[in-house]
């Protein structure tokens, strides 16, 4: 079976360097590190650090779920998510983001931008995935912290500090 192949210490565990090497975006190349260890973080029920045989069904599920969202709102068929696409999608999914946020976002995932080198040129379909569970996290997170639904959040020095991890992944 497949959790077999992808387990290739035999551990019967799948860790985050397996996974990249299971996991392949349209154009072939793998999946980023930082997107599988998310998808471990999210499925990794038992918090091991690794995801189980039950765990990875998961996963699979997750990632053909996603891959059905990124090919409706990859409009021009690219393979990518261009900045558009991108904003069309954020607000389906309930998020209406400045322009400007929205150009910190496409700097931040598309190939190219923080992660990739120089020339945003569209968002690949795992970092897609990376974006828009970022937005969600944090907006959820946002939520938690607007106690008076005012849409403003007061917070201290120290829980600034304890968001930066999260702000700069």
């Not at 389906?92 to 945003?120: A, I």
Request: charged share 25%; aromatic share 14%.
């Amino acid at each position: 079976n497949w959790f077999e192949t992808v387990d290739r210490n035999k551990s019967g565990q799948i860790d985050a360097q397996e996974l990249q090497m299971a996991l392949v975006n349209g154009d072939y190349s793998n999946f980023d590190l930082d997107t599988t260890k998310m998808l471990i973080g999210i499925f990794d029920v038992d918090k091991t650090g690794t995801i189980s045989i039950e765990e990875f069904a998961g996963v699979f599920k997750y990632i053909n779920d996603w891959r059905n969202v990124f090919q409706h709102f990859d409009a021009d068929r690219s393979g990518s998510i261009e900045g558009h696409e991108l904003a069309n999608a954020l607000a389906q999914f309930g998020y209406r983001l400045s322009p400007f946020t929205l150009r910190v976002l496409e700097d931040k995932y598309g190939e190219g931008g923080r992660y990739g080198g120089v020339g945003v040129q569209g968002i690949s379909f795992d970092r897609f995935i990376r974006v828009c569970v970022a937005v969600k996290t944090l907006s959820e997170n946002f939520q938690r912290l607007d106690v008076h639904k005012s849409g403003y959040v007061n917070m201290d020095y120290e829980l600034f500090l304890q968001s930066y991890d999260f702000f700069s992944s």
